[in-house]
């Protein structure tokens, strides 16, 4: 059995100076033209916070050999947090590891709940924009219109406004951020199975299922959205002397389910390893951000939807291969099909101060990008060896394992694996003098290699736009990076 502890604190400070000059939003290029604003903003006020912060945690585990072919595991944890006042937060672990058929076989599952940190900086966002130590101003234009809703113009050519002039400041309702007053860490009830299948000597299946079910997420609510009232036919704030009041809450949910298969081809005589992956999944939730605020606060639940980075296809090929002369290659070629992004009227239509208004009928993240498909990273290499062979040389230094239960549900394809970020395969290094020839068992060891990342040079497509105002509606305004070529040169010892 084994049992951990973790504690983590800090002292954090925060100097903070955004957006005092101002911003704009303008509608369209139209609007602009005419002077019709949209929105002003602007954050009066400079404050310098500094807090403390703790993190408690303890773990017990335990692994339980049934047999030759059965092998249990389990595990309870708990975290807690000083900002958080709900400090029962247990998690229990289980899993199992199952050999029916001998060594050709092998069946492996688990359950696992895994919280997540109330992060610092998002502590501190209440402790500044609190409406007094710094105030967020906001100010929705209204101008004078025609039969048409088409503004009137001046002689200039400008449009006419018609907003409330405010003689100071201070008399702007501000906007603030507050923290739910039971608000709870966000937790993921995450559980998979999976079936390995050694079909030759050199060749191995693998199919992974995996569902992950978020709770507690931390979204914002504007708890001040305006009410209609029917006897005066207007819609105001329950509190006028405040504008938008985000409140950080933890009442958000996530549903993702992923099927995946792998399967991995060693080449004879260790000449290298191909392997090839490919998922099928769908990501869905109701909620983008701590902070960022729902299309509608009064019915949050609109938002539930996919994703914001929701990509249902994603395959990869790549490995390693031993070329002539003991030179290596590793490459791998990825494809993901088309991610979601939100569509817009880029409008406030509904007048609760918040732009981010979709088409009635039309869900969260309901438009599409385009697919791709790209070699992320070509690798080049050649290692020498000299010295004589080093004492206890093993291949497989390094690679000790981790008894410690994972604290969060980081999994081959989760957070920076194989379709995430553009990780690699697992196994894979970067150049390493280990797995191939004898240069790997000298004292004295000598690499040059090549890497290039995008070596076709493939423009792929990003930032997407969903403001159906804008003339890049539907269309990307990024691309990720081009083609980069590094040379290195290590050596070993």
Do not use: C
Request: proline share 5%; net charge neutral.
């Amino acid at each position: 059995m084994r049992v951990g502890l973790l504690l983590e604190g800090g002292n954090y400070e925060y100097f903070d100076q955004t957006n005092p000059d101002g911003r704009i939003i303008y509608a369209s290029w139209a609007d602009y033209d005419i002077g019709r604003k949209l929105q002003t903003s602007r954050r009066d006020g400079t404050v310098q916070t500094s807090f403390n912060q703790y993190q408690f945690g303890f773990y017990v585990q335990d692994e339980i050999k049934v047999n030759n072919r059965l092998t249990l595991g389990v595990g309870l944890r708990n975290e807690m947090q000083s900002h958080i006042n709900d400090k029962l937060n247990l998690m229990p672990r289980l899993g199992f590891s199952l050999n029916p058929g001998g060594d050709r076989t092998s069946i492996r599952g688990g359950y696992g709940i895994y919280y997540d940190w109330y992060e610092a900086s998002l502590y501190d966002q209440t402790l500044r924009l609190n409406g007094v130590a710094q105030r967020d101003i906001q100010i929705d234009h209204e101008y004078l219109l025609d039969e048409n809703n088409n503004p009137i113009l001046d002689s200039s050519g400008m449009a006419i406004e018609t907003t409330p002039p405010f003689v100071d400041a201070a008399d702007i309702p501000t906007n603030k951020t507050v923290q739910s007053a039971n608000l709870k860490m966000p937790y993921v009830h995450q559980a998979s199975i999976g079936v390995q299948q050694q079909l030759l000597a050199n060749l191995s299946v693998q199919v992974t299922y995996q569902r992950q079910e978020g709770r507690n997420q931390l979204r914002g609510i504007d708890v001040n959205t305006p009410v209609y009232n029917a006897e005066t036919g207007l819609a105001a704030r329950p509190d006028p002397s405040f504008g938008i009041i985000t409140e950080i809450q933890s009442t958000g949910r996530s549903v993702s389910d992923r099927l995946t298969t792998q399967t991995r081809f060693q080449l004879p005589q260790q000449r290298g390893m191909v392997q090839f992956s490919y998922q099928i999944g769908k990501s869905r939730s109701d909620f983008q951000g701590a902070t960022s605020l729902p299309s509608s606060s009064l019915n949050p639940e609109l938002d539930w939807g996919p994703a914001g980075q929701d990509i249902r296809h994603q395959a990869q090929l790549g490995g390693m291969v031993r070329l002539p002369y003991d030179f290596r290659l590793q490459s791998n070629l990825q494809y993901r099909s088309a991610p979601a992004y939100n569509w817009t009227t880029g409008l406030d239509n509904n007048f609760d101060g918040v732009i981010n208004d979709r088409p009635e009928g039309v869900s969260r993240n309901s438009l599409r990008g385009e697919s791709t498909w790209n070699i992320t990273q070509a690798t080049l290499s050649k290692s020498f060896g000299f010295g004589g062979p080093r004492a206890g040389t093993s291949n497989n230094q390094g690679q000790g394992g981790n008894n410690n239960l994972p604290r969060n549900n980081q999994g081959n394809f989760q957070g920076g694996g194989n379709f995430q970020g553009g990780g690699g395969f697992p196994g894979g290094n970067r150049g390493g003098g280990n797995n191939f020839g004898n240069a790997g068992n000298q004292r004295f060891q000598v690499q040059f290699s090549m890497r290039a990342q995008n070596p076709l040079n493939r423009v792929i497509k990003q930032g997407y736009t969903g403001n159906m105002r804008s003339p890049y509606f539907m269309t990307a305004t990024g691309v990720q990076n081009a083609r980069r070529v590094e040379f290195e040169t290590s050596f070993r010892f």
